[in-house]
């Protein structure tokens, strides 16, 4: 095991409708920086935000890659070419935003993506209460309802993804 000041340093970015949680780690116990800020109608300021955090450390520490799990609903499938970006949303201003395109073309790191659900889902999977379960399903209320399902270890993708969070609630 790496000592903690020798572990490589990854960036991470929750990517939620309200806020964005940026994060410089070598793991979940040796988490080095942390920025919250409020996730705008203006997706290149609120990247740009993300951007200088991560150029700021980098001159630091090299990173060896970028995690970001991002509100949606997003396409997570690296195939398409429209990985990476956020789809029809009711996010203001978010629509067909390319945010693993913006994020690799200014850090010139490796950019994994995927939904913020299945990202939380992938945390408990390896940190948290999913640890040892091979399938599961992860729900979260929060800005929206959402879910994400771990299937034989791995997040569900595809025709499996179940997008199962998106729903309109009629209101006055």
């Not at 203006?42 to 990247?47: G, H, M, Q």
């Not at 060896?64 to 997570?76: A, E, K, M, Q, T």
């Not at 025709?159 to 729903?167: A, F, I, K, W």
Request: one cysteine or more.
């Amino acid at each position: 095991m790496h000592h903690p000041q020798h572990r490589p340093l990854y960036g991470g970015i929750e990517a939620g409708g309200t806020k964005f949680v940026c994060a410089v780690a070598g793991g979940p116990d040796d988490i080095r920086a942390e920025i919250r800020f409020p996730t705008s109608a203006n997706p290149a300021e609120t990247l740009g935000q993300a951007i200088d955090f991560f150029r700021t450390h980098q001159q630091q520490t090299p990173l060896h890659g970028l995690g970001v799990s991002c509100f949606g609903p997003v396409d997570p499938d690296p195939a398409s070419a429209t990985f990476g970006h956020v789809l029809a949303t009711p996010k203001p201003g978010w629509t067909n935003t390319d945010v693993v395109g913006i994020l690799t073309e200014a850090l010139q790191l490796p950019v994994g993506f995927d939904t913020d659900v299945n990202g939380a889902a992938l945390g408990e999977a390896v940190w948290g209460a999913g640890r040892g379960l091979d399938t599961f399903v992860y729900l979260t209320v929060g800005t929206g309802v959402g879910g994400g399902a771990i299937i034989q270890g791995k997040p569900a993708h595809g025709l499996m993804h179940p997008e199962m969070g998106h729903m309109r609630v009629p209101h006055d």
